[in-house]
């Protein structure tokens, strides 16, 4: 089925580790954006890119690095993962204009 | 500054009843792009709507209808007759397109409880 692929869907990590989230999409968006959810925080934009190997940072970008080599991947790594960052993470991908909107099944991230 | 409002955190009703769901957003921008999105119990991202500024249509779909007033930079969404199943938290979102980026901007959500 057509859509944006995250994995893994759960994850623990102890304070200090690293580790990377995968987002795919085969859409062939251009567009693709992480995002993080908190209780009672609606989502906030870490990254975004608006095609292969250009990136930006969102609203809180500290703590975590992108790339995007390729218009069907962008992953997110944690370089050094601190209980602050957990958190649900969504990665998302959209043609222009918003058209077609579509968010991964989230990842769970809990740092002990 | 771009900002959306869901001023109400929680609501709850009772199957059956109506309910309206409060959207207020702020932008500069003549251009723009409003949506809404369901997250049930499961923790996806639903995609009910989008709508572009230029379009102040209401829209129906099934029991979900959408208010657009840019006269008060509102978007509410309303749940006819609700059900059990609508209970989820309900995001509305913005975006600007005149920077090329699609980022969304997310109000904090409205958790929706349908009791029977």
């Known amino acids: 089925n057509a859509g944006v692929t995250q994995t893994p869907k759960f994850q623990v990590l102890k304070t200090g580790q690293s580790m990377t989230l995968q987002c795919a999409q085969d859409?062939?968006?251009?567009?693709m954006s992480w995002y993080r959810q908190d209780p009672g925080m609606g989502l906030r934009l870490i990254h975004y890119s608006v095609g292969a190997g250009i990136t930006d940072q969102g609203e809180v970008p500290n703590g975590y690095n992108v790339s995007r080599s390729t218009t069907e991947d962008f992953p997110l790594r944690l370089l050094s993962a601190a209980p602050s960052q957990t958190s649900v993470y969504f990665c998302a991908s959209s043609g222009p204009n918003g058209y077609g909107y579509t968010f991964g099944s989230g990842t769970r991230l809990t740092v002990v | 500054a771009q900002k959306v409002t869901q001023a109400q955190t929680e609501i709850s009703v009772v199957e059956k009843e109506d309910v309206t769901l409060d959207c207020v957003y702020e932008?500069?921008?003549?251009?723009?792009?409003l949506f809404w999105y369901k997250q049930p119990p499961s923790g996806e991202l639903v995609f009910l709507i989008r709508r572009n500024s230029f379009d102040e249509q209401n829209e129906i779909s099934g029991r979900y209808s959408w208010n657009f007033q840019k006269s008060t930079s509102s978007f509410n969404f309303t749940i006819t007759a609700s059900q059990v199943v609508d209970s989820a938290v309900y995001f509305c979102a913005l975006s600007e397109p005149r920077y090329n980026t699609d980022k969304l901007i997310f109000g904090t959500g409205t958790r929706l409880q349908v009791f029977p």
């Open positions: 859409m062939n968006h251009e567009y």
């Open positions: 932008t500069r921008d003549t251009t723009y792009y």
